[in-house]
């Protein structure tokens, strides 16, 4: 085979690998166009707790660490500030709608180590656990830039902590 022919053979397979790949995307993208919860500010009374700089890194099904949702505002890796309160979690990602989580949502506050495009140091994740308006429980990953995912965790946890049970039902399946 000449130099040539090889050249050819390794373009066609990248485009033909691009193109499964945009494929796949575009596929996701149709199958969660439903948006997991819609923008909403926090309410006036609510009055922030803490605020703290993250890198949003994915939103995934329930326990399925690499099965990311490309949900409307959550598709893509973002800075995002955290801003935490008595009643809800807002997240501000970086050209998106604020996201408010009421409490009432938020089942599980975790640490973690590892989820789609990204693996860190043991714990430098943080897994927040809440029920989408779809009826499911989805793991939203956030990575801390300036203080460590303990101590985001730690801020989050009286949110999970004030959970009813019964709403902590939700399956991926």
């Not at 090889?6 to 790949?21: D, F, K, P």
């Not at 140091?121 to 009826?135: H, I, Q």
Request: proline share 6%; aromatic share 4%.
């Amino acid at each position: 085979m000449t130099r040539e022919a090889a050249v050819l053979v390794m373009v066609a397979v990248a485009v033909v690998l691009l193109g499964l790949a945009a494929w796949g995307w575009v596929r996701r993208a149709r199958r969660d166009r439903t948006p997991l919860i819609q923008p909403a500010e926090l309410n006036a009374a609510d009055v922030p707790r803490e605020t703290i700089d993250a890198l949003y890194v994915a939103t995934t099904v329930h326990d399925a660490p690499l099965e990311r949702i490309a949900a409307p505002g959550l598709g893509f890796r973002s800075p995002v500030t955290v801003t935490v309160t008595d009643a809800a979690v807002a997240l501000d990602l970086t050209n998106q709608p604020r996201i408010t989580i009421p409490a009432d949502r938020i089942t599980a506050v975790t640490q973690a180590t590892l989820t789609i495009d990204r693996v860190v140091e043991k714990d430098g994740l943080v897994r927040l656990s809440w029920l989408a308006d779809t009826g499911v429980v989805v793991d939203t990953y956030l990575r801390p830039r300036d203080t460590s995912a303990r101590q985001l965790a730690d801020a989050l946890a009286p949110l999970a902590d004030a959970t009813d049970p019964s709403t902590a039902t939700g399956d991926s399946e």
